[in-house]
């Protein structure tokens, strides 16, 4: 995570984080930290939220019946955890999410795991209509306490070039 300490006064200072687009060198790889642990009320939440009904996520007597024995955690959760936790080093500085494409659930996350992500930069290029920013691709990698990875995505993200966030632009 790249943070900057900003001195915004007389003997003021803030930290801000994130890479502008020419900060993002493909190959790069990003392990984000800390890690965070999913408990049973972060899923039965995210089920009422986004009104997942299905009971493999919140009905204990069925999650035995399943194949896997248990509960298991509602999958857009585990993509999301995995966004949020690439924020700092990925698009703290991005003016928009272009896109997720092939995401991939590989293995079955429980309430009681740990994931730890990772971002690899595949690729980056200026962006043919905005001039003050560019396009990154990265691929997040997201694996729990065993070291086993439980989920796979790629994503495109217009960030800004230096000079030209929002924390430049504005006195953020």
Same mark, same amino acid.
Request: aromatic residues 8%; contains cysteine; neutral net charge.
């Given at each position: 995570?790249? %943070?900057? *300490?900003?001195?915004?006064?007389? %003997? $003021? +200072? ?13 190959? &790069? !790889? ?5 890690? $965070? ?6 899923? /039965?939440?995210?089920? =009422? =939220? ?10 204990? %007597? +069925? ?15 585990? !993509? ?8 700092? &080093?990925?698009?703290?500085?991005? *003016?928009?999410? =272009?896109?997720?494409?092939? *995401? $991939? ?8 795991? /740990? ?16 001039? /003050?920013?560019?396009? !990154?691709?990265? $691929?997040? /990698?997201?694996?729990? %306490? ?10 495109? *993200? ?9 924390? &430049?632009?504005?006195?953020?």
């Amino acid at each position: 995570m790249v %943070q900057i *300490i900003k001195q915004v006064g007389p %003997q $003021r +200072y803030r930290e801000t984080f994130g890479r502008h687009f020419e900060d993002f060198q493909v190959g &790069d !790889v990003y392990e984000h930290r800390p890690g $965070r642990t999913i408990t049973e009320t972060d899923n /039965t939440w995210f089920t =009422l =939220l986004t009104m997942n009904t299905h009971p493999l996520h919140f009905d204990e %007597q +069925y999650g035995k019946a399943s194949e896997f024995g248990r509960c298991i955690v509602c999958s857009p959760l585990t !993509v999301s955890i995995l966004v949020g936790m690439s924020v700092t &080093d990925v698009s703290q500085k991005a *003016i928009a999410n =272009l896109g997720w494409k092939e *995401i $991939r659930l590989t293995h079955p996350v429980f309430a009681g795991d /740990t994931l730890y992500g990772e971002s690899e930069v595949l690729e980056k290029r200026e962006s043919a209509s905005r001039p /003050t920013a560019g396009i !990154v691709g990265v $691929r997040t /990698t997201g694996k729990n %306490q065993d070291g086993k990875i439980v989920c796979v995505f790629d994503r495109s *993200i217009l960030v800004a070039k230096k000079g030209h966030s929002v924390e &430049d632009r504005a006195n953020y």
